[in-house]
């Protein structure tokens, strides 16, 4: 009576062993997945412009089978450092106010309210920036930045309103609660006995920041902006309906531009010929790769901070 | 949650039973026409639905091509390096339609000459006060107000259709920019569709693109008179659009391009647009249901066409089509007799 | 005096910096207002039975509404679940319990640098698994879409879950001699059972608000569809083509499906809430 029952032990463990780590792997199978089935869409295009020609060319050019995704990077990167810019400082301002200043009750409102930021669909601060973003730049901003900025190149030409800066702004408005609450997760792993220490020598509020809390939770909200610069890269929807989508290079931030996620979310249901489709599919290769690589060294930088 | 599987099963197993679902992709030019043709044609034929997406001519092409879809639409005839990809594949004309101009924050009646229009989209023209539209429009008021053009992002008939008329009438466009349905923009602002520069026009002060005559008429846009062949200002409309395909004779394979057409009273960017299918249907009922709805589209339907701002097909145009579509087969017989 | 000066100096930075602070606050919470006000107040107006039980009208017509988006959404997220769910939550367990070694944090780390894979990415791939070779949109690519966007926070968070299991519980089962497999299946993984549905709900309400590997995998269809072989209409691709159009009464329904499309939403997301708030853990 025993035996068997060891036996039967044995075996629903071996079965467990064995299905636990295939469930494992089957997670490194839809990466290699990912990799495998743009790879495979992507190369004939690879096969006859080359990789080089692919990512440095600035002519894109469906007529002539000429693909050259500059203008693309060049937009993704601009409105992607906008986006940072913004957010950024007031991401930080957020979790410092949540982490070090708010009172309790405050502190789960306000935490909770970026929680529902962060939670409204991409194709929303599309519909929201599309009917409310884009006219107030059109109306308002632009020719005021235009006014006092001017004597900048990145702030001339005529204010259209759809182009890099609304997107910069909604990639903003969308990447904060990433940066926001990676920032409060960063501070919260600080002890509090550096903070009190900082107090009791006489130190204001801000001065326990500035000279022991931001030390501290620098590289943590470094690997925050690389996230939320990982996540800005890849977002699609919303930027697609206010970047404008021309394919062009482009100094003034007033002007269209087109960023990698858009151009395939435009291009890949209608892209003629392999060579299209596969010239879409290398640049969906490549931003996968790209926010691998960014979203590995974020992590290793803000995990890095926690082990110190 | 499992109520909700269970329930969705439930439903999934009742929908066996439900209409014929014909599944199309093409075109935003005739989109408005389709779809109010598509819901008249459910009225009184209840077993087969007609599932059209305008996802534009290039998107069309691919999509029927790569058969994902049963039916295709597209305002340019595809090339014959696009009809080697996809063998046994024909045209089938629904109506005629008209690309206008639209501009946005200028009074009505604007007129251009195409060497204006090519230069307005070359970007050589950049202010509406420039001399060269200020010649054309005598006693207009044109205000100092840069020119924001608006264009298509996707493959486009209509952009097909529109390159075509500014690839015959201007040789610098030819050789610069070309003809085809997405070409390299020297300026201005992308929109998805028909739907997305009209939207673009409607909303940007300056705007100056290139829309089907129904998305303009509909959403009240302002269009400019082009001057033609034959040296008229001519406005887009119905009639001028008839006028055009009046001198046309068409090919059997039915591709062909009436842009710039001569005759006093044509509108110069004017097009037929077609549904394309293959001539052998491999699925039998929706090769009859998709055959028996091009017959009644090319006939009771376009008397739908007029109020939607689209130019009902001449008369000797219908009986070639007619014929052509006796030659569409399903198992080796004819789709309309085999009913 | 020349130390009084200072320190009121430092107190008026102290002031001014908790100021600023105070304003980026305001400045991240005012596009929130603005969105929600907006979707809430124009999408209100145009929200009625017909606008949520009847298919779209036709180009032009007025009425008709959004209800095949509704289902078709709700259809595309139950797909995803079901091929998502067994895998993140699988991944997870195995995690949680076996993933100590080299594959675990191989298996680890994939799943948190998986996790900001651009959407529009997984459209693609879905394209070239399924449209492509089944010759046809259809719904079973969308929800694969949906689906594998899900698996790695799924595991990720599972994960965790499961980890909050005490280990008194664990060593409590194996020391009465239940298996270690039945010990993670029936102790375990009932104890963390709330946290794990908090966890999917979470991940499905996420895949609600997707759009773009949605546009050439699901498309879109102006009917009712249940078949998982065909083309499907969703409250996000209907959002972004009535947004984009020119027409007033299409830009209307697009505010009034992002209202929708936020309370569904939002519901999956008190449902989550509620579920992790009466779980054990």
């Not at chain 1, 309210?113 to 884009?134: C, D, E, N, R, T």
């Not at chain 2, 087969?48 to 305002?75: E, M």
């Not at chain 2, 045209?91 to 200028?106: D, E, F, W």
């Not at chain 2, 493959?155 to 390159?163: D, E, I, K, P, R």
Request: proline share 5%; hydrophobic share 50%.
């Amino acid at each position: 009576m025993l035996l068997p029952q060891t036996d039967r032990r044995h075996i629903g463990d071996r079965v467990f062993g064995i299905v636990l780590p295939v469930l494992g792997c089957a997670l490194l199978a839809v990466a290699l997945i990912i990799f495998f089935a743009c790879a495979k869409l992507a190369l004939p295009a690879i096969e006859k412009l080359g990789v080089l020609r692919l990512l440095t060319g600035s002519d894109w050019n469906p007529v002539e089978e000429s693909f050259g995704a500059l203008p693309f990077i060049y937009g993704t990167l601009v409105t992607s450092l906008v986006g940072i810019v913004l957010a950024l400082p007031i991401s930080v301002g957020l979790a410092l106010f949540l982490t070090e200043m708010a009172p309790r009750q405050v502190r789960v409102v306000v935490a909770m309210l970026v929680q529902i930021l962060a939670g409204i669909p991409s194709v929303v601060y599309g519909l929201w920036g599309l009917m409310v973003l884009v006219p107030l730049l059109r109306s308002t901003v632009e020719p005021a930045l235009g006014r006092w900025l001017g004597f900048l190149p990145l702030f001339r030409g005529p204010p259209i309103g759809l182009g890099y800066l609304a997107a910069g702004i909604i990639l903003a408005i969308m990447i904060l609660p990433t940066i926001a609450s990676v920032t409060v997760e960063v501070l919260r792993t600080m002890p509090q006995a550096l903070r009190e220490g900082a107090l009791a020598l006489g130190a204001t509020p801000w001065e326990a920041i500035r000279l022991v809390v931001l030390p501290y939770a620098r590289r943590g909200i470094f690997g925050a902006a690389i996230l939320g610069l990982g996540r800005a890269l890849g977002e699609t929807m919303a930027v697609t309906m206010v970047i404008g989508n021309q394919p062009e290079i482009h100094a003034s931030l007033f002007s269209p531009g087109y960023t990698l996620p858009s151009v395939i979310a435009n291009e890949f249901a209608e892209a003629t010929g392999a060579v299209h489709t596969g010239a879409l599919a290398a640049l969906a290769l490549a931003l996968f790769l790209v926010s691998l690589t960014l979203s590995g060294a974020a992590r290793v930088l803000i995990r890095s901070r926690r082990l110190r | 949650m499992r109520k909700l599987i269970a329930l969705s099963f439930l439903i999934a197993g009742s929908a066996l039973a439900a209409p014929l679902l014909i599944n199309g992709a093409g075109a935003t030019f005739p989109f408005p026409l389709y779809s109010k043709w598509f819901g008249e044609y459910q009225k009184t034929h209840k077993d087969a639905q007609f599932n059209y997406q305008s996802i534009g001519s290039g998107g069309g092409i691919k999509q029927i091509t790569a058969r994902t879809v049963d039916f295709g639409a597209s305002d340019a005839p595809m090339s014959d390096a696009e009809i080697a990809a996809a063998p046994g594949i024909m045209h089938i004309p629904t109506v005629l339609g008209a690309v206008a101009v639209v501009y946005n924050g200028l009074p009505a009646g604007l007129k251009l000459s195409p060497e204006a229009l090519a230069d307005l989209f070359l970007g050589k023209i950049t202010k509406w006060n420039d001399a060269r539209i200020a010649m054309l429009n005598p006693g207009m008021k044109l205000p100092d107000v840069a020119v924001t053009i608006a264009h298509r992002s996707d493959g486009s008939g209509t952009t097909a259709v529109f390159t075509d008329y500014l690839g015959k009438v201007s040789s610098e466009w030819k050789s610069k920019v070309g003809v085809g349905k997405a070409v390299k923009w020297p300026v201005g602002l992308g929109g998805k569709g028909n739907e997305g520069v009209t939207g673009l026009c409607k909303s940007t002060p300056g705007a100056l693109g290139y829309v089907e005559l129904a998305y303009a008429s509909q959403n009240k846009l302002t269009m400019a008179s082009l001057r033609n062949a034959d040296g008229e200002f001519v406005a887009p409309s119905i009639a001028s659009t008839s006028a055009a395909a009046a001198g046309v004779t068409l090919p059997a394979d039915f591709r062909v391009s009436i842009t710039n057409a001569k005759g006093k009273a044509s509108y110069p960017i004017s097009a037929f647009t077609y549904i394309l299918l293959y001539k052998d249907q491999a699925d039998a009922a929706k090769g009859r249901a998709l055959t028996q709805f091009l017959w009644w589209a090319t006939h009771e339907g376009q008397v739908v066409a007029g109020p939607l701002d689209y130019a009902p097909l001449p008369a000797a145009v219908v009986s070639k089509v007619e014929t052509a579509l006796r030659t569409i087969m399903v198992q080796g017989r004819s789709a309309l007799a085999a009913n | 005096m020349k130390m009084r000066v200072h320190s009121a100096v430092r107190r008026v930075v102290n002031w001014g910096m908790t100021g600023l602070c105070l304003t980026a606050v305001l400045m991240a919470l005012m596009p929130l207002g603005s969105i929600l006000w907006l979707v809430v107040s124009k999408g209100a107006r145009s929200l009625s039975i017909s606008f949520l039980t009847e298919l779209p009208a036709a180009v032009g017509e007025s009425g008709g509404g959004v209800g095949n988006a509704i289902v078709g959404t709700l259809y595309l997220v139950v797909l995803a679940g079901l091929l998502g769910l067994p895998l993140g939550v699988g991944a997870g367990v195995y995690l949680a319990e076996r993933g100590a070694g080299r594959l675990g944090s191989a298996v680890r780390f994939t799943a948190e640098v998986l996790g900001s894979v651009p959407s529009i990415v997984v459209g693609v791939v879905a394209y070239g698994l399924v449209v492509a070779t089944m010759h046809r949109f259809s719904a079973l690519a969308g929800g694969l879409a949906l689906g594998i966007l899900m698996v790695p926070t799924l595991a990720r968070a599972t994960e965790e879950m499961v980890r909050l299991v005490p280990h008194t519980l664990r060593e409590a089962s194996l020391a009465l001699g239940v298996p270690a497999w039945r010990t993670t299946l029936s102790i375990v993984l009932r104890t963390a059972w709330g946290g794990i549905l908090n966890v999917a709900l979470l991940g499905i309400a996420r895949a609600a608000g997707e759009t773009a590997p949605l546009l050439f995998t699901s498309l879109n269809n102006q009917y009712w569809n249940f078949r998982p072989d065909q083309p499907t209409a969703s409250l996000t691709v209907q959002i972004f083509n009535y947004a984009i159009s020119p027409y007033e009464d299409w830009q209307r329904k697009a505010w009034g499906s992002a209202l929708v499309l936020l309370l569904l939403v939002g519901l999956l997301s008190l449902l989550a809430h509620f579920t992790r708030r009466r779980s054990a853990i």
